[in-house]
């Protein structure tokens, strides 16, 4: 078993069909580098991003995130969700709102007042 086997399947977990996928190649050059065949560097990267083990090309400030399934983990630990970044997507949409929206009732209640 060649190293390049050892990193798809037990580092990144992924069959040669899944592989060959993920990096837009047929089962034939990935089953290469299985024996022994240069895995080119953009498709290491791809497979290593794939399993969540590096995220840092994205910008450095994705430093210590990952993924672990459909699950993007923070630095801390702390699990994000596809609906968890929806709602504090909103959140933040909404805080944005009020605060456009906050000059206008100002006006609003200081007319009442009078």
């Known amino acids: ?60 400030s994705w430093n210590g995130w990952r993924i672990k399934g459909n699950v993007l983990i923070a630095p801390n630990g702390e699990d994000m969700s596809e609906e968890r970044l929806m709602v504090l997507a909103l959140r933040q949409q909404e805080a944005k709102l009020a605060d456009r929206q906050r000059p206008f009732a100002w006006y609003w209640e200081k007319r009442r007042i009078r």
Do not use: Y
């Open 1 to 60: 078993m060649h190293e390049n086997e050892i990193f798809r399947w037990f580092t990144c977990g992924l069959s040669r069909e899944q592989t060959a996928e993920l990096c837009c190649k047929t089962v034939r050059t990935v089953t290469g580098w299985d024996t022994g065949n240069p895995i080119p560097p953009e498709c290491r990267k791809l497979m290593m991003i794939h399993k969540g083990l590096d995220l840092t090309p994205i910008s450095p």
